[in-house]
C-alpha cells in the first residue's frame, strides 16, 4: 500500500472501531448491545475482529507512513438527533445497520456459539426494534 503512494499523498480509511450508546445504564440490557456484544465474541473466535479499526494508526506507523492522524466521528444509528444532518446520517446508517444484522451474525454465532438460525433470526429482530426505537441513542465510533 505505502508504495503506490506518492511522498505527501494521503490515504483514508474508514471502518467501525465499536457501537455504542449515550444511555450507559440502560444500554447494557438492549437487544442491540446484546447483538453487538455476541457478534464481535463470534468474530474473535473465528480470529477476526470486529474492532480492527482501533489499530489502524499504530498498523499505518508500524509500516512507515509518517504524520499518521486518526479521527474518530461518531454516526447515529437512527433519527434520534437533533442535528438535521446527523439525522440523516443517522437514518442511512439505520439502514445500513439493519441490513446488515443478521448477516453479520448468523456464520458466528452459528458456527463458534452453537446458536440455531433461528435463534439467531429472533436475537435480530430484537435488535433491530431497538435501532427503530427512537429512545435508545446508539452510535457507531468510525
Not at 49 to 56: D, L, P, R, T
Not at 75 to 95: A, F, I, N, Q, Y
Not at 100 to 109: I, K, N, T, V
Not at 132 to 141: D, E, G, L, R
Amino acid at each position: 500500500m505505502k508504495s503506490a503512494l506518492k511522498p505527501g499523498g494521503y490515504i483514508e480509511l474508514q471502518d467501525v472501531h465499536e457501537l455504542n450508546c449515550y444511555d450507559n445504564e440502560d444500554w447494557s440490557k438492549t437487544a442491540l448491545y446484546q447483538w453487538w456484544d455476541l457478534v464481535t465474541k463470534g468474530f474473535d473466535a473465528l480470529g477476526r475482529s470486529m474492532n480492527a479499526s482501533g489499530k489502524h494508526k499504530e498498523r499505518m506507523i508500524d509500516a512507515g507512513f509518517e504524520d499518521v492522524k486518526e479521527e474518530v466521528f461518531k454516526w447515529p444509528v437512527g433519527t434520534w438527533p437533533k442535528d438535521k444532518k446527523m439525522k440523516e446520517l443517522g437514518l442511512w446508517s439505520r439502514e445500513n445497520t439493519i441490513d446488515a444484522l443478521e448477516g453479520l451474525a448468523m456464520g458466528p454465532l452459528t458456527r463458534q456459539m452453537n446458536w440455531s438460525a433461528e435463534e439467531v433470526k429472533v436475537m435480530c429482530a430484537k435488535a433491530r426494534t431497538d435501532i427503530k426505537n427512537p429512545a435508545i441513542h446508539s452510535y457507531f465510533c468510525m
